[in-house]
């Protein structure tokens, strides 16, 4: 590492280390120059918390019982499978697909699939980089709209599914062809 960039990577360690504690410090003197009652919006907040956490429960319950039998069933084996040619032509690694499918699905899943991504091939291997590039550029596109879209009461959410898997497909997309190009 050249000598300036190691003078930029204390800064930034050190910013990072400071960031979540200067920003806590912000709100409250923030809050204490408005004169708001610190603590007691803060309980205020954690009931209303509390309350959607418990109404959204149902909608985790029935995503987790969805995504479990779509795994079990074998359903994501055969998805594999079925995209194995296409992958293949194109130079992705077939090791990648289960993942970029249960990526829209479940943040656990998704998780605990790259885990073994690494465990298999290692954390800095082209598969283990394409992986942790598609986890962070991606997100949980059915969680967010069978949890935070349920407990609002929001039933009509085709445009919102409709945007959220392309915006998945590019970032998984782009994630492989930026790994494949820099680390390829």
Not at 90 to 108: Q, Y
Request: net charge positive; proline share 4%.
């Amino acid at each position: 590492m050249r000598k300036g960039g190691s003078r930029v990577y204390a800064w930034v360690t050190a910013l990072s280390a400071w960031i979540i504690p200067a920003l806590l410090a912000a709100i409250l003197a923030a809050a204490l120059v408005r004169r708001v009652p610190v603590y007691e919006a803060f309980v205020e907040g954690a009931k209303d918390g509390f309350g959607t956490a418990v109404a959204i429960i149902p909608h985790v319950v029935a995503m987790m019982v969805a995504i479990s039998v779509f795994r079990a069933s074998g359903a994501l084996d055969l998805l594999v499978a079925l995209c194995r040619p296409l992958t293949d032509a194109l130079r992705v690694p077939g090791e990648i697909l289960p993942l970029a499918f249960l990526r829209p699905l479940t943040g656990s899943g998704a998780l605990s699939y790259m885990v073994d991504l690494f465990q298999t091939h290692g954390p800095d291997s082209l598969i283990g980089r394409m992986a942790s590039t598609i986890q962070g550029s991606t997100d949980t596109t059915f969680y967010v709209l069978a949890v935070y879209f349920g407990a609002v009461g929001v039933t009509r959410a085709r445009y919102a599914l409709t945007v959220g898997l392309l915006a998945d497909l590019a970032g998984i997309a782009a994630a492989i062809w930026i790994t494949n190009r820099v680390f390829g």
